[in-house]
């Protein structure tokens, strides 16, 4: 593989507002209006996160779709921190929940995991 294997994420949920207004809290950042999809996509909901062609990760957006329901389901997101006990205190403090504290993975750094406002479990890593 010559790119990172991961092109895209979508973070399905049923509170849009609220989803929103969790994951700009935890990470200190607006999130982005996507246009409408439209066909058999048409009715979904999507805002996307912040990112750039030009810096490291993936881009991803919270989604919004009839008949898809969030919560937890085998796939695990993770997003860079500087450090993650700060936005796993802040996911606490606006109706998250933290599953495991920040826990060390030796030289990859550490951890936290936390539950957001629609069930879904995240990861937060940072090398602090």
């Known amino acids: 593989m010559k790119n990172n294997p991961v ?29 409408n999809p439209e066909g058999d996509a048409s009715g979904t909901e999507m805002w996307a996160f912040p990112s750039g062609m030009d810096t490291y990760g993936s ?14 389901g085998g796939t695990l997101v993770y997003f860079s921190c500087a450090d993650c006990a700060q936005e796993a ?3 606490a403090a606006h109706g998250g929940k933290v599953f ?19 069930g879904n479990l995240i990861g937060l890593h940072s090398m602090a």
């Open 7 to 35: 092109g895209w994420f979508e973070i399905y949920v049923q509170d849009m507002p609220r989803a929103r207004a969790f994951y700009e809290a935890v990470f200190q950042g607006a999130l982005s209006p996507l246009a």
């Open 59 to 72: 881009p991803g957006a919270l989604v919004k779709m009839p008949g898809y329901p969030s919560g937890s």
């Open 89 to 91: 205190g802040r996911a």
């Open 100 to 118: 495991k504290d920040k826990f060390s993975i030796g030289p990859y750094g550490f951890v936290a995991l936390v539950t957001d406002t629609e």
